[in-house]
């Protein structure tokens, strides 16, 4: 099992549109979660941190439930410049070099 | 602030040629960065920690021979593609480690990635 796990999509809404993506981490006990943001050929960048108590940043809204071990990412009345690959990125347990595990990423297409 | 720099941002080679990479940060010092490899449609796979003034740290799988870190300064970690084989095509992204602005833990920032071709 992976130790992050995306749907690759694509994903293709039309402007306006509210879509989510979910990303499920295999350890229990890792420490600290995060949307990162990837155009094509492009370097990540960070989006939002994820917190215990959900968080939003505008349109964006990252939930975490540490029970199931899912971290959400909602965004709302999407914009053509949304499309992009949205990459659900996992701080392991122990890590103190502040390394990163990233899923495979979950590509938006907002179309006109 | 926080921003890094990858030299060259494209690179094609021959087939048993090296290659070196540079990964700066430009307003800041960086002890620990990461080197990351991405090939298409897949996820950014973490190959390696550099640390400032000691040896790099390898993931598993990652051959520490063929793949050289160099981290000689709070500001330049080299990685030289040793040997590279058409399998090593790929896009090589570093990172550096900042303290995030809580100060309770560390965020990365990335280079803008070298795209490497070996025909």
């Known amino acids: 099992r992976k130790e992050v796990e995306q749907d690759p999509g694509p994903f293709n809404v039309p402007e306006g549109a509210t879509v989510a993506f979910n990303c499920t981490y295999s350890?229990?006990?890792?420490?600290?979660f995060f949307w990162y943001r990837q155009d094509c050929r492009k370097e990540p960048k960070l989006l939002m941190s994820?917190?215990?108590s959900g968080n939003e940043d505008g349109r964006f809204t990252a939930q975490l439930n540490r029970a199931s071990q899912y971290i959400s990412l909602l965004i709302r009345d999407s914009k053509l410049s949304d499309s992009a690959t949205y990459l659900c990125v996992v701080r392991p347990p122990r890590s103190n070099t502040g390394k990163l595990i990233f899923g495979q990423g979950t590509t938006l297409q907002v179309k006109p | 602030g926080a921003v890094v720099s990858q030299h060259p941002s494209w690179v094609i080679c021959k087939s048993g040629t090296s290659v070196k990479i540079e990964c700066r940060s430009l307003d800041f010092q960086a002890t620990t960065m990461f080197w990351y490899r991405q090939f298409p449609k897949q996820s950014l796979m973490l190959m390696a920690t550099?640390?400032?003034?000691?040896?790099?740290?390898?993931e598993q799988g990652v051959e520490k021979d063929k793949f050289l870190i160099n981290h000689a300064s709070l500001t330049l970690s080299t990685l030289t593609v040793t040997s590279a084989h058409p399998e090593d095509s790929s896009f090589y992204i570093c990172?550096?480690?900042?303290?995030?602005?809580?100060?309770?833990?560390?965020?990365?920032?990335f280079g803008p990635g070298t795209r490497l071709t070996v025909t």
């Open positions: 994820v917190y215990s």
């Open positions: 350890n229990s006990a890792s420490q600290s």
């Open positions: 990172s550096a480690r900042v303290i995030d602005s809580a100060g309770t833990g560390y965020e990365q920032y």
């Open positions: 550099s640390n400032e003034g000691s040896k790099a740290t390898y």
